[in-house]
């Protein structure tokens, strides 16, 4: 298991949630856990699917699974879970600069009134965004 890769404990909570997959009758299916990690591996280093870690399999077969997953509303279904068990709330955003770009003046700038507004109001949402307790601290907690 690599670092960053799901614990036992984790895959125990995650595992059940994810749909059963078939292979087909020429080849058989890959392990869920694997492609899982590989697809979270992905998505934490910021990597193009192609310089994905071999140990997770094909990059292929795991951004397929990844799309399939999307389509069929399992990450939907997986989040409301884990907010129905307590483990996570349902504000979460993820933002970096391939998605948002600043102005060329961004850099710095005077303040005043608005900026005063807008810096309160993002303090507010970064707080109501924060979870209270993580999936490891819940694990922890139950364990």
């Known amino acids: 298991m690599g670092r960053g890769d799901l614990s036992d404990a984790e ?11 078939r292979g087909r009758w ?9 492609f899982l990690n590989g697809m979270l591996h992905v998505l934490r280093v910021g990597c193009p699917w ?10 292929n077969s795991v951004y397929v699974r990844f799309r399939r997953w ?6 939907d279904a997986l989040l409301q879970t884990l907010v129905d068990l307590g483990l996570t709330d349902d504000w979460q955003h993820m933002i970096d600069s391939t998605s948002v770009r600043g102005h060329v ?7 005043g009134l608005v900026r ?3 810096v309160d109001h993002a303090a507010a949402l970064r ?4 979870p ?12």
């Open 50 to 59: 192609r310089d994905m870690h071999e140990r997770y399999g094909k990059w």
């Open 105 to 111: 003046s961004a850099a710095g700038g005077k303040g």
């Open 11 to 21: 895959w125990d909570l995650i595992g059940p949630l994810l749909p059963p997959e």
């Open 70 to 75: 999307a389509e069929q509303g399992v990450w």
């Open 116 to 118: 005063t507004l807008l």
């Open 127 to 130: 707080a109501k965004s924060t």
């Open 132 to 143: 209270a307790a993580t999936i490891k601290d819940c694990l922890s907690a139950s364990s």
């Open 26 to 34: 020429a080849r058989p299916s890959g392990d869920n856990r694997r």
